[in-house]
């Protein structure tokens, strides 16, 4: 039989109310929001870097993606930072042949992420790409290995100018074998 520690906690009252709606909506017991809450709490990066151990988890990323303009054939540089407007029907008549061209910077950042990832394959578990929008794109990047070398992966990914927005999920393998145990 598991044993259970009782302890008391102190919220302001908006809070405290916030979280007995929330929870009452779920149908689950204040012990078991708190523990949920605590593991949540205690895969956060912050935590995982105090143990800097073997790490498992995912790297999200939403990235803006913008298409070549079929008006031209050969994109310039002036071309580079303009928006165009498309139709959004599921035809678009791109031609894909293989042609030189100044990329824009979701191009560029494409080319830069592929890169970054194959200079990371010794912890790059998969990758798979999502098209969420016409222009928009969503990355999930499972990892396995050292916090350090999964850290500048993310720190590097979120360097790119197109990415929107970036998660990271990861938990210490070994500090969470400890905890559920």
């Known amino acids: 039989m598991e044993e259970y520690k009782r302890f008391t906690i102190s919220l302001p009252k908006k809070l405290y109310e916030i979280f007995e709606e929330f929870r009452n909506k779920l149908g689950i017991s204040r ?22 151990g073997d790490v498992v988890g995912c790297i999200t990323i939403i990235m803006a993606h913008q298409h070549l303009n079929s008006k031209h054939e050969h994109p310039t540089i002036e071309d580079q930072d303009q928006l165009h407007d498309h139709s959004h029907e599921p035809n678009h ?27 990371f394959y010794d912890i790059i578990i998969s990758t798979m790409h999502v098209h969420l929008e016409y222009e928009k794109c969503l990355e999930i990047i499972a990892v396995s290995g050292q916090y350090e070398r999964v850290k500048k992966l993310k720190d590097a990914l979120q360097k790119l100018k197109s990415i929107i927005s970036t998660g990271f999920f990861i938990i210490d393998k070994t500090r969470n074998q400890d905890i559920e145990k």
């Open 31 to 52: 012990s078991d929001a708190i523990r949920k809450a605590m593991y949540n709490f205690m895969v956060s990066d912050e935590f995982v870097s105090i143990g800097s």
């Open 93 to 119: 008549n791109h031609d894909f042949e293989s042609k030189s061209f100044y990329a824009n910077i979701q191009q560029a950042d494409e080319l830069l992420k592929n890169d970054i990832q194959h200079h």
